[in-house]
């Protein structure tokens, strides 16, 4: 994998894209827990001060991604310590060489909450909530019509985002963003749902349709069979047993 460009930053945000820079070089294993991050060598590679390694390795600690210790120095911690919920590190892994196990993990992740998100969501009575999620439908239909994928998945990422919103349960809620991310990653969805997939579009229809009623077996059931399409048209997810 190539290494970033050591002028990569400049004139674009120097701790932001540092962090950016890091992240995708320690999740690619391009850093790697074999010898300690020294700031004064980053600093010298991506030519910033040691004030702006510092602060990006705070923010990349604080993903889980490096350690600090006395004596030890800044050290890249295994996959198991980082927080792999945070959306950087979502957008990282998705081009990266994990890239298909967090495809797994994240499709597992959304059987897990969005059929409860659905149910849970049919029992609150959020009429302004159920009108932002009709006009998303209708974002996705007009995406479809014109063949603009972006436009569906960003209409897509927002729709299943407020879904869980709505749950009323705070620690879902926590995990819509994890969602969003995983929605946003062309690749995580199938070409035939961004490019004309009209069941999609009626199972999200019937998903509004029975939160309308308030109906939470009709919510869950849809979401289930839209997760079900989704997993059939994407090679390599794993396959969910309907109950």
Do not use: Y
């Amino acid at each position: 994998m190539s290494t970033p460009s050591t002028n990569g930053l400049r004139g674009r945000g120097l701790h932001g894209q540092l962090v950016q820079q890091l992240g995708q070089m320690i999740v690619a294993g391009d850093l790697g827990a074999d010898r300690p991050l020294v700031p004064e060598e980053i600093g010298q590679r991506f030519e910033v001060s040691r004030t702006v390694v510092r602060e990006s390795l705070r923010v990349l600690e604080a993903k889980g991604l490096v350690s600090a210790r006395p004596n030890v120095g800044t050290r890249v911690r295994p996959v198991s310590d980082w927080n792999l919920l945070d959306p950087d590190i979502i957008e990282w892994r998705a081009f990266g060489p994990q890239r298909d196990d967090q495809r797994r993990e994240l499709s597992e992740l959304r059987w897990t909450i969005e059929p409860l998100a659905a149910r849970l969501a049919a029992a609150h009575g959020h009429d302004k909530a159920r009108g932002q999620l009709a006009d998303m439908v209708v974002g996705m239909r007009q995406a479809v019509g014109q063949g603009d994928a972006i436009a569906f998945s960003r209409a897509d990422a927002e729709f299943h985002a407020l879904l869980i919103q709505m749950a009323g349960n705070r620690v879902l809620e926590h995990l819509s963003r994890s969602v969003a991310a995983a929605l946003q990653d062309a690749d995580a969805l199938p070409s035939g749902c961004s490019l004309g997939n009209k069941a999609s579009l009626a199972q999200h229809a019937q998903i509004v349709d029975a939160l309308a009623t308030g109906n939470g077996s009709a919510a869950e059931a849809a979401m289930r069979q839209l997760l079900t399409d989704h997993t059939e048209a994407s090679p390599g997810l794993p396959t969910q047993r309907k109950p």
